[in-house]
């Protein structure tokens, strides 16, 4: 069974940059597009970043087009998002998936506090 392990989360105040990670196992990672999503309160599940297989395109959402950075390392099955200048509606639980799959891990939480 694929596990994807989501870590990095936690209290941050507006302005600061946080990293997430995600760590795959028992996965051909190396050929797997990698996604993340947030839940944030109230809101749908929205699609934050997406980095595919070698090449590595990576493309983003509108709301965090410009200040993040999704990239990979298919020797550590893992893929990371770096947030920066994050603001409070940056608040929710983010997941990592498996592009085109029904693999999620639990999530991260991160919420942003004046």
């Known amino acids: 069974q694929v596990q994807l392990v989501e870590s990095g989360g936690g209290l941050v105040h507006p302005g600061d940059s946080l990293t997430l990670s995600c760590v795959a196992s028992r996965l051909a990672f190396s050929g797997s597009e990698m996604r993340w999503y947030r839940q944030s309160p109230g809101k749908e599940r929205e699609l934050v970043a997406t980095i595919s297989k070698r090449p590595s395109i990576k493309t983003y959402g509108d709301s965090v087009k410009g200040r993040s950075f999704i990239y990979r390392d298919d020797n550590e099955n893992t893929v990371w998002l770096q947030l920066n200048s994050v603001t409070p509606e940056d608040t929710g639980v983010y997941y990592c998936?498996?592009?085109?799959?029904?693999?999620w891990g639990r999530g991260t939480t991160v919420s942003v506090i004046s």
């Open positions: 998936n498996v592009g085109n799959s029904n693999f």
